[in-house]
């Protein structure tokens, strides 16, 4: 039988039951995801860059952070709500020469882990952060997040959401990351590049994802996914545009964290007190 | 359980950083620092509090030395993160904190538990609620055991020395990596603040204990199940090549999530508390003096216990009163059953505490029919001083 590329790197089963397919809802983005960030490390690991057990993939909690769990054929830690960078900064501390990747939702990343988000980017860690928005709560049943449109209907903004969405490519960048990018999940092959050319920088790379949730938005999944391409404009024609930008928005490569504390464990080798 | 090598290496950050062997006059804070290296501390994670922030100031300042890594944290809840993390990928983690941020944390701890992953949490108590008081304290002790969610069993301990912040942090890395759990140190700002002479061992004599893993056992990774194989399952450090799944969600012995599988949660349960509650008699310690001809007792912990030894001492000498002394070394899991071995009959237990009555409560459970009356003794803020100790346990005796 033919077999999905990709699905060596993910556990098909175990002693206790097969573990696909997915959780994830038909046609939901989050899988997309999966597969893309996988082509990216496959590409990867093809070229020598690293190998299969240099890459860690940490999550918190949400429907995008299920994607590590028992899913995947890697090092993995599936944490806690929004706590994904904190303890992904443990993981650096221990060993920087793991490739650590974090899988995070809009609500997972930008409202319980807004302040470990911020301070993970302005630290320039060595992490890449995957984040899929798709600018609601889906686990627990479509509630409004940071990240909804104003005025939108959720099951907790009955009358219209009154607030504003956070752009978290812009967060990031402004709190110091080394590397953004915004595509969705209708453009396969640019986030494919994106999250490959992340994964190599030394530093803080945040990628954003537009994804679709058919279920809570009660559209089809082709519907939104034509939605993503049609609401979107590449960031050089954004200018004058009421589109969501997508493409780089940086590429400012500046001194990783491990390798700035390397130079204060060099000045305090074998030093006793 | 082997010790660990201390071998020097090539880059000078092997025992020569560590501090020497002999007789030294150290705070609290240091000492406990200074037993984290010896235990082979490679991560710190920190969030300022009083009165527990010389401990992160020690650690910034030693960590380097020794090769490891120290990061101060945006809160906490980061803090208490970073050491899952670092355990995760091999290196042995510790923080510190006083009880604002030690309610912060019990989201980590509980996530530890599950997941059983190693790592040391200093609490320097403080008195609460809220931002409460910066002297000293014992008020953290229950929600070390019942502060974060769900069924999950803790190891703690209660150091009344700088000896005991030095030797307490080395056992409860020894402890967190055997059990492969959470271990707390619940200290006090008195013990944390105090100065006093430390004695360190010949080095290669200190007991160093590894967590134990997959490889040491001939597991291979394609058989490797994260929370299978023993009661306490050999851990896979990240980059080891084991695919290991770090799962909190209730889960299967190979991480596979165990959905709708009530019986198996169950099973997962119940082995968490069998390894701590179930080992409280090889866990837990206690010390103990005057037990064989004692018609009284006095339980406490902490440096209560170094005040409530002196109330004992004059209690006996000047007054005659045949009162016994017993020290809860470990406070979680608790020692009902050591207690109940040790303790026969007496009149009145005396417990001091510097709180309003919390450890008296398990202390009353075990032995409420080896006694005439349980006496909690409380103080807020401030150590009990042996004169009002004293003044106590005459008042109840009529001596």
Same mark, same amino acid.
């Given at each position: 039988?033919?077999?999905?590329?990709?699905?060596?790197?993910?556990? @098909?089963?175990?002693p206790? *039951?097969?573990?696909?397919?997915?959780?994830?809802?038909?046609?939901? *983005?989050v899988?997309?995801?999966l597969?893309y960030?996988?082509h990216?490390?496959?590409?990867?690991?093809? @070229?020598?860059?690293?190998n299969? @057990? $240099?890459?860690?993939?940490?999550?918190?909690?949400?429907c995008?952070?299920?994607?590590?769990?028992?899913?995947?054929?890697? $090092?993995?830690g599936?944490?806690?709500?929004?706590?994904?960078?904190?303890?992904?900064?443990?993981?650096?501390?221990?060993?920087?020469?793991?490739?650590?990747?974090?899988?995070?939702?809009?609500? $997972?990343?930008a409202?319980?882990?807004?302040?470990?988000?911020?301070?993970?980017f302005?630290?320039?860690?060595?992490?890449?952060?995957?984040?899929?928005?798709?600018?609601?709560?889906?686990?627990?049943g479509?509630?409004?997040?940071p990240?909804?449109?104003?005025?939108?209907?959720?099951?907790?903004?009955p009358?219209?959401?009154? #607030?504003?969405?956070?752009d978290?490519?812009?967060?990031?960048?402004s709190?110091?990351?080394?590397y953004?990018?915004?595509?969705?999940?209708?453009?396969?092959?640019?986030?494919?590049?994106?999250i490959?050319?992340?994964?190599?920088?030394?530093?803080?790379?945040?990628?954003?994802?537009?994804?679709?949730?058919?279920?809570?938005?009660?559209?089809?999944?082709?519907?939104?996914?034509?939605?993503?391409?049609?609401?979107?404009?590449p960031?050089?024609?954004a #200018?004058?545009?009421?589109?969501?930008?997508?493409?780089?928005?940086? $590429?400012?490569?500046r001194?990783?964290?491990?390798?700035?504390? @390397?130079?204060?464990? #060099?000045?305090?080798?074998?030093?006793?007190? | 359980?082997? +010790?660990?090598?201390?071998?020097?290496?090539?880059?000078?950050?092997?025992?020569?950083?560590?501090?020497?062997s002999?007789r030294?006059?150290?705070?609290?804070?240091?000492?406990?620092v200074?037993?984290?290296?010896?235990?082979?501390?490679? %991560?710190y +994670? +920190? =969030?300022?509090?009083?009165?527990?922030?010389?401990?992160?100031?020690?650690?910034?300042?030693?960590?380097?030395?020794?090769?490891?890594?120290f990061?101060?944290?945006?809160?906490?809840?980061?803090?208490? /993160?970073?050491?899952v993390?670092?355990?995760?990928?091999?290196?042995?983690?510790?923080?510190?904190?006083?009880?604002?941020?030690?309610?912060?944390?019990?989201?980590?701890?509980?996530?530890?538990?599950?997941?059983?992953?190693?790592?040391?949490? %200093?609490?320097?108590?403080?008195?609460g609620?809220?931002?409460?008081y910066?002297?000293?304290?014992?008020?953290?002790v229950?929600?070390?055991?019942w502060?974060?969610?769900?069924?999950?069993?803790?190891?703690?301990?209660?150091?009344?020395s700088?000896?005991?912040?030095?030797?307490?942090?080395i056992?409860?890395?020894?402890?967190?990596?055997?059990?492969?759990t959470?271990?707390?140190?619940?200290?006090?700002?008195? &013990?944390?603040?105090?100065?006093?002479?430390?004695?360190?061992?010949?080095?290669?004599?200190?007991?160093?204990?590894?967590?134990?893993?997959p490889q040491?056992?001939?597991?291979?990774?394609?058989d =490797?199940?994260?929370?299978?194989?023993?009661?306490?399952?050999?851990?896979a450090?990240?980059?080891?090549? =084991?695919?290991?799944?770090? &799962?909190?969600?209730?889960?299967?012995?190979?991480?596979?999530?165990?959905?709708y599988?009530?019986?198996?949660?169950?099973?997962?349960?119940?082995?968490?508390?069998?390894?701590?509650?179930?080992?409280?008699?090889?866990?837990?310690?206690?010390?103990?003096?005057?037990?064989?001809?004692?018609e009284?007792?006095?339980? /406490? =912990?902490?440096?209560?216990?170094r005040?409530?030894?002196?109330?004992?001492?004059e209690?006996?000498?000047?007054?005659g009163?045949?009162?016994?002394?017993?020290?809860?070394?470990?406070?979680?899991p608790?020692?009902?059953?050591?207690?109940?071995?040790?303790?026969?009959?007496?009149?009145?237990?005396? &417990?001091?505490?510097?709180?309003?009555g919390?450890?008296?409560?398990?202390?009353?459970?075990?032995?409420?029919?080896? /006694?005439?009356?349980?006496?909690?003794i409380?103080?807020?803020?401030?150590?009990?001083?042996?004169?009002?100790?004293?003044?106590?346990i005459?008042?109840?005796?009529? /001596?």
């Amino acid at each position: 039988m033919l077999k999905h590329p990709m699905l060596k790197y993910l556990k @098909e089963s175990g002693p206790h *039951g097969t573990r696909l397919p997915l959780i994830m809802c038909p046609g939901c *983005g989050v899988g997309q995801v999966l597969n893309y960030t996988l082509h990216a490390v496959d590409s990867i690991i093809k @070229e020598g860059g690293a190998n299969k @057990e $240099d890459f860690v993939f940490i999550s918190g909690v949400g429907c995008s952070s299920r994607l590590t769990s028992h899913y995947l054929n890697f $090092d993995s830690g599936w944490t806690i709500h929004g706590r994904a960078l904190a303890i992904a900064t443990g993981v650096l501390l221990a060993n920087p020469d793991l490739n650590i990747v974090v899988f995070t939702g809009d609500g $997972d990343a930008a409202a319980i882990g807004g302040n470990h988000f911020i301070h993970a980017f302005r630290r320039n860690i060595n992490v890449t952060v995957i984040c899929m928005n798709n600018g609601l709560y889906g686990m627990t049943g479509g509630q409004v997040a940071p990240t909804t449109l104003s005025q939108a209907v959720t099951s907790t903004t009955p009358y219209g959401n009154i #607030e504003d969405a956070f752009d978290l490519c812009r967060l990031a960048q402004s709190s110091g990351a080394s590397y953004v990018a915004r595509w969705t999940t209708a453009h396969p092959h640019k986030t494919i590049k994106a999250i490959k050319k992340a994964i190599c920088k030394k530093g803080a790379a945040f990628i954003e994802i537009l994804s679709q949730c058919p279920v809570h938005k009660k559209q089809t999944p082709v519907d939104m996914i034509r939605a993503l391409k049609a609401m979107t404009v590449p960031i050089k024609n954004a #200018e004058g545009s009421s589109k969501i930008p997508v493409g780089e928005f940086c $590429d400012t490569p500046r001194p990783e964290w491990t390798q700035k504390y @390397e130079a204060i464990i #060099e000045k305090c080798a074998g030093r006793k007190s | 359980m082997s +010790g660990a090598p201390l071998e020097k290496k090539q880059d000078g950050t092997g025992p020569a950083a560590l501090i020497s062997s002999g007789r030294h006059y150290l705070e609290g804070s240091e000492a406990c620092v200074e037993g984290a290296l010896i235990a082979g501390l490679k %991560v710190y +994670g +920190g =969030y300022p509090i009083t009165p527990a922030s010389e401990i992160m100031e020690h650690a910034a300042r030693r960590l380097p030395m020794v090769g490891g890594r120290f990061i101060q944290m945006e809160d906490e809840i980061s803090a208490a /993160c970073t050491l899952v993390g670092a355990s995760w990928a091999g290196g042995k983690a510790m923080t510190a904190t006083s009880g604002p941020g030690f309610s912060l944390m019990q989201e980590t701890i509980s996530f530890s538990i599950m997941t059983e992953t190693p790592l040391v949490i %200093v609490d320097v108590q403080r008195p609460g609620p809220g931002q409460g008081y910066i002297t000293t304290s014992q008020e953290d002790v229950m929600q070390a055991r019942w502060g974060h969610h769900g069924e999950g069993p803790i190891i703690a301990l209660a150091p009344s020395s700088v000896q005991d912040m030095f030797d307490f942090t080395i056992e409860a890395f020894n402890l967190s990596e055997t059990w492969r759990t959470p271990v707390l140190i619940m200290a006090e700002e008195t &013990v944390a603040h105090m100065r006093e002479g430390l004695f360190v061992p010949d080095l290669d004599q200190i007991k160093v204990v590894l967590r134990k893993k997959p490889q040491d056992l001939g597991i291979a990774p394609q058989d =490797y199940q994260p929370y299978g194989h023993d009661l306490v399952p050999p851990l896979a450090d990240f980059g080891d090549g =084991y695919n290991i799944n770090h &799962v909190s969600l209730a889960h299967h012995p190979d991480g596979n999530v165990a959905n709708y599988n009530l019986d198996m949660h169950r099973k997962n349960i119940d082995r968490l508390h069998d390894k701590i509650e179930g080992n409280a008699d090889v866990i837990a310690r206690t010390e103990s003096r005057f037990l064989e001809d004692c018609e009284h007792l006095l339980i /406490c =912990y902490g440096t209560v216990a170094r005040t409530g030894l002196e109330a004992i001492m004059e209690a006996r000498e000047t007054h005659g009163i045949k009162i016994g002394f017993l020290r809860l070394v470990t406070l979680w899991p608790f020692p009902q059953s050591l207690l109940r071995k040790r303790i026969k009959k007496v009149g009145t237990i005396f &417990v001091p505490e510097m709180n309003l009555g919390m450890m008296m409560h398990p202390i009353t459970e075990a032995l409420r029919d080896r /006694c005439d009356q349980v006496v909690s003794i409380p103080s807020i803020g401030a150590l009990h001083s042996p004169e009002a100790l004293l003044e106590k346990i005459r008042e109840v005796v009529k /001596c």
